[in-house]
Structures are given as structure tokens and as C-alpha cells.
């Protein structure tokens, strides 16, 4: 199946990225054939890790489908689609059951009976923003960490599935650029291997891209360094199309302080009755009810926005979280890391404020799919934040990324199998994959000067954040769009020029999904949901709104 020093390798599957969406896409897939999980770190560099909220999801009686997919759909301001949401919520608890069944344990309420003895009841079910019911299931505040830890455990039992940590993807091998006939398909990637500095060929017959999200474009983000939006931009290059890429959604409260790299305060404190302050003169006070009738619990592009404005009218550096009222002891248990966190951090939650900023979180657009995870590539498939089905329109519901990223990969490969035994010109032939060639890098020599990449990966970061963060207009949004095409021109001339370095690799694609950004913010006509341009209307509620669609110059 592969040659000893992996230079070259084919297998059924080829998934590149290892969240929640990598690891559930690889545990169905091995029912089917050979799979490669690759990630450009460790397994746990991925930003399911960090989720801390849970899973939205329909589990109680009182609680109903409608309801969640109306939530959802008032959430995505117009934009969201409906069938699509209406089967990824319908799914969800098939999909739920079979986490359960892989071993996860969901945090249960405890209940005292008459004789005083505790016994685990039904499901804890948090409360987040833009949710009229509680409906999200969590394994305290780290959720993601123990979905990590129970999907790599399955698979890693499997002989079928081989993991590559430390390979980088740079790109993917389709027939477009390799000169086939016929339509576009995906036919593997090549990949950087960290560790032996070369650039390997992985063919296959499905490519599953599950890469996350793309905060590392703002300079202050909740997502982790690996969070650079490769997949997105990957899938450009290879001529997918790309959609919604202007809301990008800023998570209202990230700790601020100088060391805590934007901290997560999970919406389920504010579920749990926290709420938002800012400092008036030598008082704390509650703002939100003036903004909205929901308080703090208002969806999140409303809390970010007016936290935003509160600190640029006031000129203070961050709001408040305030929920001393509850016991310790129930702060202690529901919240456990973000105690322990903010304890490191000076801050005990259960006596203090809580210092919060937004930041950059979620990316709701994406390589464009339909509800089964296909791209408008053949055989190339996205799952998770990488992939826009519709699902979130203009502004994602709380935990129904998660959610997104089971129903999507359980498609997906669901999808494969059907055309898997297809003998049909679509697929990697022992003659197709012979003709793909490795990887050549040319003339490229050492780079001399990386003070290059560094510079431009922080002024990317700092222009985004300043011209097109939560509050935009059409002049920040210009000289962004003028400011990142001199970049990408130095990063093109750098890239071909010189050997490739895993951080040359991230710049290059950190940058175009930068310019995606802007492209698709200057494109849209309405200040809608996340994306809010200060020179543009809300749109009348009669109009039907389109989505913003990005194709390669190469396309067609
Ligand atoms: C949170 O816990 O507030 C984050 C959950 C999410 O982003 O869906």
C-alpha cells in the first residue's frame, strides 16, 4: 500500500486534519478501505480541543426539532438553508448515540432520591446564546478534548487507519492541474513531512478535507496557532468553489490578558446565569438589555458587536463577566477548566470579574458543500468549519458546529461508498496514478530572509483585526483589499523562489483567505449578521439574500 520512507503512498482515503470532523469521517471510513489521517502537528492540534460548550442537540422532551431549527435559522439571519439545517438537526441524535456508543459519557444531572443518595438522571444540558431551550449537551468545559480522546482511541484500534502527524498538506493533486480529462477530480495532496523535510505524494481515491477554521488570520483569536485556513485555501487553488467567507464570527468573551492568548469564557458561563458588565466611572454595570431583549444571551454577532462599541465609546480595554452570584462550588464543577485557567491567570470566578474581549472564532463560510460534504471538486469532500453547507448562513447558533461536523463526515463517507466500487474513469486507476508526478520544487534555495514571512504574517494579522473585524466599512475594507494584494504578490515571489518552510506554507495560505475575506465583505451589499460595513443597509426583509461565491481565476 505504501513504500517504506512514505515518499509516495495511495489509499482509499486520504483525511487531512484531525478534529472532531478528521477522526469521525476516519472511524466510518474504515469500514470501506484504507484510510490516512494526516495533521500538520500533533492529533490534539486541532480546534475541536478547544471546544468547550458541547454539542446542541435535541434530547429532551420538552424540547423539539422545530425549535432548534428555528433558533438556528433566526441565528443565520436570512442566509442559513433550510433543508440543510432541517437534516442536520433531524440527524443529530443518531449521531449523538453513536459518540455515546464510542465511549463518550456526557455530563449527567445528578438527582437526590428520598433515602438522600445521588444517582445520574438525564443529560446536563447547557444553555447558550440565541438558544430558546437548554439543548447542549457537554462533558463539562471540555467537551472537546474528551471527543478527541475517545475518536483518536477507536481509530487508533483500527488497523485500517494509518496516522501521519507532522505532515503538512501544501496542496492538493487534481486532474485540472495534472492535465487529465475529464471533469475536475481530487486525487490526493501533496504534503510536507515535518520531519524529514521532503514533500511526499499521498494518491487517493477520496480526499476528506476536515482542516477547522482560519482565526490565526485576526491578531487576537480563540483558535489555536494551527488554525490558518489551509484547507480553505487549498481547496481554491484546486478550483473548488468557496462561499460566505465575510462572516467570520468573534466570540464574545475571550479572557483578556496579556498571556492568556484569548482564552475562551465559554457562552455557557453567560447559560449559567453570567452576566456582562462594563465599568462606568467606579461602578460595574449591565448593558446588554439595552441592546437586546435577550440580554447577554443575545446570538453572538449582537453581544460581540456591542461590547465593541461599549469599549470604543468608553475607551476601556475590556468588559466584565460577572457571575459571583452563583455558588463556588457549582462554578467549580460546571466550569472546571475555566476556573483552573483563570485561577493561573490571577482571576478566581468565583469572587472576581472576569476581564473579556472578543475575538476572532469561527469562520461560518467555507469550501461550499451540499449536506453530504461535496465540494464542486469530484472525490474531494469538506467536513467541519472548512466547509459551508448552509448550515450557519450569516451567523453560526452556539454548538451547532460540532453538531455540523458528525451529520457532515458520517454523510460524506456515506456518500463515498457509493461510487467506492464504481469501476468508472473517476476514479484513481493504477495508470491515473502513475501519471501524477512528485512534487518538484525547482531551483527553490534556502530562504535568506524570514524576517519576511514574520513580518507579513503580523501585518496580515494586525489589518484584519483593525480594517475588517467586527465593525467594517467600506474604506477600512478598500485599504485592506489594497494592502493584502502587495502582500500576496511578495508572498508568491517568496514562495517560488525559495524552499518551502511550514511557515511559508501557512502565510501563503493565511493571505488568501485574508483576501477571501475582504473580496467577499466588499462583495456583500448588506450589513448582515456577522458582517456589519457601517456604509451599508440592513436588507429589507423581503429581499432574498444570495451568497457570496469565490472562484480561482482558473476555474471553469
Ligand atoms: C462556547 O463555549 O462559548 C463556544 C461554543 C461554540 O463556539 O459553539
Given at each position: ?6 515518499n509516495r ?164 493533486i ?14 490526493g495532496?501533496y ?9 511526499d505524494t499521498f494518491l ?232 501524477i508526478?512528485d512534487w ?117
Open positions: 500500500m505504501q513504500d517504506s520512507n512514505h503512498c495511495v489509499y482509499d482515503y486520504l483525511i487531512i486534519g484531525s478534529g472532531i470532523s478528521g477522526l469521525f469521517a476516519a472511524l466510518k471510513a474504515a469500514k470501506f478501505g484504507s484510510v490516512a489521517v494526516i495533521t500538520k502537528k500533533q492529533i490534539a492540534d486541532c480546534n475541536t480541543m478547544y471546544a468547550q460548550g458541547g454539542i446542541a442537540c435535541v434530547s429532551d422532551k420538552k424540547d423539539t426539532f422545530g425549535s432548534h431549527i428555528n433558533d438556528t435559522i433566526i441565528a443565520g439571519a436570512g442566509l442559513c438553508k433550510e433543508d440543510v439545517v432541517r437534516s442536520i438537526i433531524e440527524d443529530g441524535p443518531l449521531r449523538i448515540r453513536e459518540l455515546i456508543e464510542t465511549g463518550l459519557h456526557f455530563t449527567k444531572r445528578k438527582e437526590v432520591d428520598q433515602s438522600g443518595h445521588g444517582t445520574d438522571a438525564e443529560f446536563d444540558l447547557g444553555k447558550e446564546g440565541g438558544h430558546t431551550h437548554r439543548r447542549v449537551l457537554h462533558c463539562g468545559d471540555f467537551t472537546g478534548r474528551e471527543i478527541i480522546e475517545i475518536l483518536y482511541e477507536a481509530c487508533r484500534k483500527n488497523p485500517a487507519v494509518k496516522f501521519y502527524e507532522n505532515f503538512h498538506a501544501i496542496d492538493l487534481v486532474s485540472k492541474k495534472a492535465g487529465l480529462n475529464g471533469p475536475n477530480r481530487c486525487l495532496a504534503v510536507l513531512d515535518r520531519g524529514g523535510n521532503k514533500v487517493s481515491k477520496f480526499t476528506i478535507l476536515a482542516t477547522g477554521g482560519a482565526g490565526k488570520v485576526y491578531l487576537y483569536t480563540s483558535n489555536p496557532d494551527v488554525a490558518c485556513g489551509e484547507g480553505i485555501a487549498m481547496a481554491y487553488r484546486a478550483f473548488a468553489e468557496i462561499s460566505n467567507m465575510e462572516f467570520f464570527q468573534f466570540h464574545p468573551t475571550c479572557l483578556y490578558h496579556p498571556s492568556a492568548k484569548s482564552f475562551l469564557i465559554s457562552e455557557a458561563v453567560r447559560g449559567e446565569g453570567g452576566i456582562l458588565k462594563v465599568r462606568k466611572g467606579d461602578k460595574y454595570v449591565e448593558f446588554m438589555e439595552g441592546y437586546h431583549r435577550s440580554g447577554g444571551l443575545a446570538p453572538r454577532d449582537i453581544v460581540a458587536r456591542a461590547i465593541d462599541q461599549e469599549l470604543k465609546q468608553s475607551g476601556h480595554s475590556c468588559a466584565y463577566l460577572d457571575i459571583r452570584h452563583r455558588d463556588a462550588s457549582f462554578i467549580i464543577k460546571r466550569f472546571p477548566n475555566i476556573y483552573k485557567t483563570c485561577r493561573h491567570y490571577g482571576v478566581d470566578m468565583t469572587e472576581d470579574l472576569i476581564p473579556v474581549v472578543p475575538a476572532a472564532h469561527y469562520c461560518c463560510g467555507g469550501i461550499k458543500t451540499d449536506i453530504n460534504g461535496k465540494t464542486s471538486v469530484q472525490n474531494l469532500y469538506a467536513a467541519g468549519e472548512v466547509g459551508c453547507t448552509g448550515l450557519h448562513g450569516a451567523n453560526r447558533l452556539a454548538s451547532n458546529s460540532l453538531l455540523e461536523s458528525l451529520v457532515v463526515a458520517h454523510n460524506a463517507i456515506k456518500d463515498s461508498e457509493t461510487v467506492l466500487n464504481d469501476v468508472d474513469a473517476a476514479h484513481l486507476t493504477d495508470k491515473t496514478a502513475t501519471s508526478p518538484s520544487s525547482g531551483d527553490a534555495v534556502d530562504a535568506d530572509e524570514l524576517i519576511v514571512i514574520y513580518h507579513n504574517w503580523d501585518e496580515i494579522r494586525r489589518f484584519m483585526w483593525d480594517y475588517v473585524g467586527i465593525f467594517r466599512t467600506t474604506k477600512r475594507l478598500e485599504r485592506a483589499k489594497s494592502r493584502i494584494r502587495n502582500i500576496r504578490k511578495e508572498i508568491e515571489h517568496f514562495y517560488w523562489d525559495f524552499k518551502l518552510s511550514a511557515d511559508l506554507v501557512e502565510l501563503r495560505n493565511m493571505a488568501s483567505i485574508a483576501e477571501m475575506i475582504i473580496d467577499s465583505a466588499l462583495a456583500r451589499e448588506h450589513s448582515v449578521g456577522l458582517h456589519y460595513n457601517a456604509d451599508c443597509k440592513a436588507p429589507d426583509p423581503s429581499v432574498t439574500l444570495n451568497d457570496t461565491v469565490l472562484r480561482h481565476p482558473g476555474f471553469g
